[in-house]
């Protein structure tokens, strides 16, 4: 039975694991820091808090928090209305500049994946760039191994219908009685940055979209507040950042507004 | 006894199949005057996002919404969970959305809107557990049982199905056990 962490287990917990990952992890939602401490403490077979404390200094756990702490992505196309607007956003684009995404926390591929099907469909790739943030080699090589949760399958080709029911799962999935993963070939224009987002960004004034949904909800006002402004500075004029459909941006922004209420899509004010 | 609505912070309503006409009917005879909000967490398919909240808006004597993350809870209105999201209640009277993983198959789950809901209320909580499929809420509702909170469980025999009031009732004996007119009496009686 794995240790269950208490509010003071976390208060301690928190600023060490913010001085070696150089994020912010005070600023969580409390609730959810006791859940997801719970569940990695059970992940990781943590018996005693000194073993996860001692885990931190030595950085022998480190990897390991970088890849489970972040909540997973529930599926491929998640919020099909949400993917249908972006994907006649893409197909109105025409210019001889680069359209820009970027994905600042891959907390799981399902997100990154439904652009690339969306970029594949299209046949649009030589004209869209991907920049997305990795800390830890586990997500890497989930990354570059195609990696889809199996236990999503029927939910990964349900959503891919509602998106559009001409679309062919096989034209982008591997899926064999021993194999479920996106096809290698769409795994291009990616541009990885190694590091937590506040660390690594794209260059100024240069993305499109950021694709940043139910992560927030996690986060406290105050590291809400933080987090969009840090995000200003790369995005172009017209730039959007896509929230979870029952976020929205923190109260009195005056960086933001709102261009799609269905959706949650704010646009930068620059 | 006497229950008096100033003892309590919230109302918090758990329910899977056939709970949609129950809660539907029972917002359709609640006083619009009632004061405390109604948090509900209903089991739902996550791929229609509008319809319910409309549907129970018609008829209901109060305001219904989906709560958007870190809205502050207010009085005289009715929160549903949104489909696909798991629901919390924060200390600071604030709701938490999240989409960590599904708990007894579902998300949103009882369990954690329950539980979340006795944390942040403690004594000062009604929870009520009406006709569901599964046993989700189960522990939600022991939680506000131990807590202090009261604790309403429908009368199986006024249930389409019976699973999850019968689950609550094998972990512990509620404050009472009501047809769901019965509840929506309780409530409008609270003084």
Redesign the interface.
Known sequence: MAYIPTINDIRDITPLLSEKLHFDYTNY????LK?RFTFLFQKLSIKKLSQFIDGIHDGSLLDDINYLFP?P??ELF????FWRILRQKINKYHSDKKLVFWLPELSSNEELFSLLIIIQSLNVGEDVKIYLNINNPQSKSDLLSGYLDIKNKELNK?NLK?LDDKLNEDDFILNTEDEYSLKSELLKSLSVLDGNFTEAQPPKNSVFMILFR?T???YN?RL?KTVESSFVECLQPDGLLAL?????ISPNSNEYFLFNENESIYKVIK | MTVSINDYKAIVIGGSAGSFSVVSKMLAKIKPDFKLPIIICMHRLKHVRSGLVDSLNIKSNIPVVEPFDKDKIEPGKVYIAPSNYHLFIEFDNTFSLSTEGVHNHSRPAIDYTLSSAATSFRGKLIGIILTGANKDGAQGMKQIHTKNGYTIVQDPKTCDIVTMPKATLDLFTPKAIMSPDEITNFLNNLE
Not at chain 1, 29 to 32: D, R
């Open positions: 939602g409390f609730s959810f859940r909540i992505t529930t998640r919020d099909p209305s349900s509602r139910n927030m909800v996690n006002l809400q979870g459909i029952q976020e929205r």
